[in-house]
């Protein structure tokens, strides 16, 4: 079964940083882009940041020279480094990874279950 799991998230305070980690497993021919995205109540899921297996990134405006994305195609993980936190990053973050899964050189996204960062001011 193939699956992304997250791991990091929780409480931080204002200005303060938080990791989000997240990998994919299972049988798994590639995975192409990878990113995060977030939803905060009452508003729809955004992009947060993406980057191709090339390392290609791109962010949201609104965490520009705050986040960093990163990964690792070895280890299929795509990581979220979020310095400067405020309030308005309160969100459910979920990691998102297109993949091919099977010989058939089709490409399906795949989401986690998401994990929750919560800044207070």
């Known amino acids: 079964q193939v699956q992304l799991v997250e791991s990091g998230g929780g409480l931080v305070q204002a200005g303060g940083s938080l990791r989000l980690s997240c990998a994919a497993s299972?049988?798994?021919?590639?995975?192409?882009?990878m990113g995060w995205y977030r939803q905060a109540p009452g508003k729809q899921r955004e992009l947060v940041a993406t980057?191709?297996?090339?390392?290609?990134?791109n962010y949201a405006d609104s965490v520009k020279g705050r986040f960093t994305i990163s990964r690792d195609n070895a280890k299929k993980t795509v990581d979220l480094q979020m310095n400067s936190l405020k309030p308005e990053d309160t969100a459910v973050y979920y990691c998102?990874?297109?993949?091919?899964?099977?010989?058939?050189?089709?490409?399906?996204?795949?989401w986690g279950q998401g994990t929750q960062v919560t800044v207070s001011s």
């Open positions: 998102n990874a297109w993949m091919v899964v099977t010989i058939v050189p089709k490409q399906y996204t795949y």
């Open positions: 299972g049988s798994i021919f590639r995975v192409n882009d």
């Open positions: 980057i191709t297996s090339g390392g290609i990134t």
